[in-house]
């Protein structure tokens, strides 16, 4: 068992994974976004982070970047805010320059050839965000013709780098893996989370009544280490839900924007929430017009109106597994484009309810924790008082993959002699 585990390469974890999307530096932020909306399984897209000038022949640097990534461009700033539009004008490579200085969106490149284990320990490096690997020549051809940018986005077309094509394989795809030669790492994965030192105590958490803005640098920590921002009780701290970067995937960045300038932490994840399967109440959509008149952000309250009558960069192609977002009831809907269904990903992340949070407690095991977290498809699991609710802290993918490699470590040398 050990010896075949062993013997696993990158590859191996590959097939029939679809190619990932990647942008030139110059694309427009409003183009990535109608690029995110094709991206299928993963909600991410690459963006090439080296001028080719200086980019060595053997390596190519790509950042990742999500919809929770600008989001927290157009937030994470004062000027964004007074003028949303200019800053989703603006080329992608703002974002990625964002991501960088964070500490986050790097993605390694790697040999199909690699062994799983070396894959492992490149995963665990600062900042590492998922593994590139280059498709084989047949899948290259299968996939030419999809994950095209909108046509009708003169901004995006192009606007493809077309240099690699490679595949995404993320920290939770590794942990998915080993789960299914869990027998192996026997008594390992028996023992609590708690003994194993896995319980991280420096959780991204706000009350429920803090400011939405205040959501958003614990937000951009939260996709630098995949987990996501805990929204707790006022007075005893109990787990009310979260704000998930991988939720805000299926979100309009304007009108979520918008929620976020104007609204408390709890009522911005409440707006989430509903437009992820219907409109928001009126009574909250006009709570937010006025928060933002009375802010000044006019600029933010206009591009939150016009967001679901401006289609046309946001058009998917007819190739798109979301065709059903453009049915006539969803046209109709006030807030446009931020009513789409909700679906899950075939790779790291769901699309779920902000308060469908997923808990554990200290004395759970690693093994029902992992099974926890892979049911979910998230790559966290947040930790509760067993008698209070309370927040106590969150265990990482990262963490658990630190853990499994350890306990491979001896097998891999006896092997290498």
């Known amino acids: 068992m050990a010896a075949t585990l062993l013997s696993h390469v990158v590859s191996d974890l590959c097939i029939g994974r679809p190619r990932v999307l990647t942008l030139l530096p110059s694309t427009t932020i409003t183009a990535a976004l109608a690029a995110l909306r094709t991206a299928g399984a993963d909600p991410f897209v690459f963006v090439d982070a080296e001028p080719t000038a200086s980019r060595a022949k053997t390596t190519t640097v790509y950042v990742k970047v999500s919809v929770a990534d600008i989001l927290c461009y157009v937030c994470g700033d004062a000027g964004n805010l007074r003028d949303p539009a200019a800053a989703l004008g603006r080329p992608v490579a703002v974002v990625v320059a964002a991501a960088v200085a964070a500490g986050h969106g790097v993605t390694h490149r790697v040999d199909p050839q690699t062994r799983l284990l070396d894959a492992i320990d490149v995963l665990l490096t600062d900042g590492c965000q998922g593994l590139l690997v280059p498709l084989p020549a047949r899948a290259r051809k299968r996939h030419h013709q999809h994950h095209q940018v909108p046509s009708s986005d003169a901004a995006g077309a192009g606007a493809l780098a077309t240099a690699d094509c490679c595949c995404v394989l993320t920290r939770e795809d590794i942990v998915r893996h080993l789960f299914g030669s869990i027998s192996h790492f026997s008594p390992v994965a028996a023992l609590t989370v708690a003994s194993l030192g896995l319980v991280r105590r420096d959780v991204h958490a706000v009350h429920v009544d803090d400011d939405g803005l205040d959501v958003i640098p614990l937000l951009r920590r939260a996709v630098s280490d995949g987990t996501a921002v805990a929204v707790v009780a006022d007075d005893d701290s109990a787990l009310i839900g979260e704000i998930c970067p991988g939720v805000l995937a299926s979100c309009d960045v304007a009108t979520v924007s918008a929620a976020f300038a104007a609204l408390s932490a709890g009522d911005a994840m409440a707006y989430i929430d509903c437009s992820l399967s219907h409109s928001p109440p009126e009574f909250l959509v006009r709570a937010i017009r006025a928060q933002l008149a009375g802010k000044g952000l006019d600029a933010m309250a206009g591009l939150m109106e016009c967001a679901g009558k401006d289609a046309a960069s946001l ?103």
């Open 315 to 417: 058009t998917l192609t007819p190739s798109s597994s979301l065709s059903s977002t453009s049915s006539s009831d969803e046209d109709s809907s006030p807030l446009g484009r931020a009513r789409r269904p909700r679906r899950m990903s075939s790779g790291s992340f769901g699309w779920r309810s902000t308060e469908d949070v997923v808990a554990c407690h200290s004395g759970s095991s690693l093994v029902a924790v992992m099974a926890q977290a892979l049911a979910h498809r998230v790559g966290y699991i947040w930790v509760a008082d067993e008698t209070s609710g309370a927040l106590v802290g969150v265990v990482r993918f990262a963490d658990v993959l630190a853990v499994l490699r350890e306990h491979l470590r001896p097998q891999s040398q006896v092997l290498c002699r």
